[in-house]
């Protein structure tokens, strides 16, 4: 039986350290054979499971418990920042659906992408932060919707939770890929809270383009039998 090394990490965590979306990282993607992959995240049951086949070129694959992603937010966050740790920083990440820059400030880390490139979510606006938060989890009829309301409008912050139980997930703690959608929509820089605790940063660059960043920690390294 075969062994890989695992990188679990907390993708856009609050500025007190908590909450994040858990990720699993494989930095020797070759150790996970390709017809174990899908079952290797379904296994792991985090949101997201990224599989690094080339950590010089930043090359990686992002799988769901149920599908094969061409790209996702907190996973590309979350790799970019393992990587630079790690002692091989990248300019840039590719993944199937394009070349996605990375760049750190400070103790962020921020990837840009394209919001065509995000999972088909549902951006439903609420009337208030207190309707998000009463949200039952998942809504009835909840397949790919990210709900959002304004804490702050001129601040630019913004209340969400994300419900993508189509992806074999209840509810996302922290999307990264959602607020790409929402930062394009709106074409204004936001601070998105969402889930129980999660910190988002999103900027709009050129027209359909945004980035997301936020903190990252790693909670552990282990060996997983494959």
Same mark, same amino acid.
């Given at each position: &039986?075969? &062994?890989?090394?695992?990188?679990?990490?907390?993708?856009?965590?609050?500025?007190?350290?908590?909450?994040?979306? *858990?990720?699993?990282?494989?930095?020797?993607?070759?150790?996970?054979?390709?017809?174990?992959?899908?079952?290797?995240?379904? /296994?792991?049951?985090?949101? /997201?499971?990224?599989?690094?086949?080339?950590?010089?070129?930043?090359?990686?694959?992002?799988?769901?418990?149920?599908?094969?992603? *061409?790209?996702?937010?907190?996973?590309?966050?979350?790799? @970019?920042?393992?990587?630079?740790?790690?002692?091989?920083?990248? /300019?840039?990440?590719?993944?199937?659906?394009?070349?996605?820059?990375?760049?750190?400030?400070?103790?962020?880390?921020?990837?840009? @992408?394209?919001?065509?490139?995000?999972?088909?979510? /549902?951006?439903?606006?609420? *009337? =208030?932060?207190?309707a998000v938060e009463q949200l039952p989890s998942p809504p009835p009829d909840a397949a790919m919707d990210y709900f959002w309301a304004w804490e702050d409008e001129p601040a630019g912050i913004v209340r969400a939770r994300c419900f993508p139980p189509a992806e074999g997930i209840e509810e996302?703690?922290?999307?990264? =890929?959602?607020?790409? =959608?929402?930062?394009?929509?709106?074409?204004?820089?936001?601070?998105?809270?969402?889930?129980?605790? =999660?910190?988002?940063? @999103?900027? *709009?660059?050129?027209?359909?383009?945004?980035?997301?960043?936020?903190?990252?920690?790693?909670?552990?390294?282990?060996?997983?039998?494959?």
């Open positions: &039986m075969g &062994m890989a090394t695992l990188h679990v990490l907390r993708v856009f965590v609050g500025a007190d350290g908590e909450w994040g979306n *858990p990720l699993g990282v494989f930095l020797d993607g070759a150790d996970v054979p390709e017809g174990r992959r899908q079952d290797v995240a379904r /296994e792991l049951g985090y949101s /997201e499971t990224v599989f690094v086949d080339d950590d010089e070129r930043g090359e990686c694959r992002i799988f769901t418990p149920r599908s094969e992603l *061409p790209f996702a937010g907190h996973p590309s966050v979350g790799t @970019a920042w393992l990587l630079g740790r790690e002692g091989t920083a990248v /300019e840039r990440l590719r993944v199937p659906a394009g070349d996605i820059a990375a760049r750190r400030e400070g103790e962020l880390t921020f990837v840009a @992408a394209r919001a065509e490139w995000s999972p088909p979510f /549902e951006l439903k606006r609420l *009337p =208030s932060p207190e996302d703690e922290a999307t990264g =890929s959602a607020a790409i =959608s929402l930062c394009v929509e709106l074409d204004r820089p936001l601070r998105i809270h969402q889930g129980q605790g =999660s910190l988002l940063h @999103a900027t *709009p660059l050129d027209p359909g383009r945004a980035e997301v960043g936020g903190w990252v920690v790693l909670d552990q390294v282990r060996e997983l039998a494959l």
